[in-house]
T-cell receptor, first 112, second 113 residues
Framework: KQEVTQIPAALSVPEGENLVLNCSFT??????LQWFRQDPGKGLTSLLL?????REQTSGRLNASLDKSSGRSTLYIAASQPGDSATYLC???????????FGKGTMLLVSP | KAGVTQTPRYLIKTRGQQVTLSCSPI?????VSWYQQTPGQGLQFLFE???????NKGNFPGRFSGRQFSNSRSEMNVSTLELGDSALYLC????????????FGAGTRLSVL
């Protein structure tokens, strides 16, 4: 059974800092890995999807990497802003299905 | 292109009642999945529907059920509500294949008093 772990559970940084969020998964036979953002009380917004054949994916100030062999992914946020404050979740597809297994997320607070 | 639409956005019910939540997927998407999100357990998979058939089910009691209609719209029902059912219920749609991007709705916040 796939398990997804995210470290740290919470992170507080001053505005302007670069930061890294970590995600690990137990079954490396994944099709892809997806990073989401969730604002308090809201739904999920897809940030980046990395295919298993890719090692990195970038969108603006966000960069996600994937190392299938070690079962790890990182989300790098450059020059953090208060508007980046949210919970960040990573998720991997369940083998053979269209559904996802999620980590419990990292709650990020960026202070002005 | 309209996104995934969930209704209602908020619900307040009392223990023992039942509730029905609705999800309209993105046009052309045939797979609809439901997830429950609580502070303690995080996001947990409930069930997935494809072509009006339940294709996959998570580890939830039989009080949780769902269905999908021919237009791919889906409903989930929770009977005999318990306090622990208070959660954010999220619906996601995708085209079908494993690894397809999942698009999520804004969710329905259920409070059981």
């Amino acid at each position: 059974k796939q398990e997804v772990t995210q470290i740290p559970a919470a992170l507080s940084v001053p505005e302007g800092e670069n930061l890294v969020l970590n995600c690990s998964f137990t079954d490396s036979a994944i099709y892809n890995l997806q990073w989401f953002r969730q604002d308090p009380g809201k739904g999920l917004t897809s940030l980046l999807l990395i295919q298993s054949s890719q090692r990195e994916q970038t969108s603006g100030r966000l960069n996600a990497s994937l190392d299938k062999s070690s079962g790890r992914s990182t989300l790098y946020i450059a020059a953090s802003q208060p508007g980046d404050s949210a919970t960040y979740l990573c998720a991997v597809p369940n083998s053979g299905y269209s559904t996802l297994t999620f980590g419990k997320g990292t709650m990020l607070l960026v202070s002005p | 292109k309209a996104g995934v639409t969930q209704t209602p956005r908020y619900l307040i019910k009392t223990r023992g009642q039942q509730v029905t939540l609705s999800c309209s997927p993105i046009s052309g998407h045939r797979s609809v999945s439901w997830y429950q999100q609580t502070p303690g357990q995080g996001l947990q998979f409930l069930f997935e529907y494809f072509s009006e058939t339940q294709r996959n089910k998570g580890n939830f009691p039989g009080r949780f059920s769902g269905r999908q209609f021919s237009n791919s719209r889906s409903e989930m029902n929770v009977s005999t509500l318990e306090l622990g059912d208070s959660a954010l219920y999220l619906c996601a749609s995708s085209r079908d294949r494993e690894g397809d991007i999942q698009y999520f709705g804004a969710g329905t916040r259920l409070s059981v008093l």
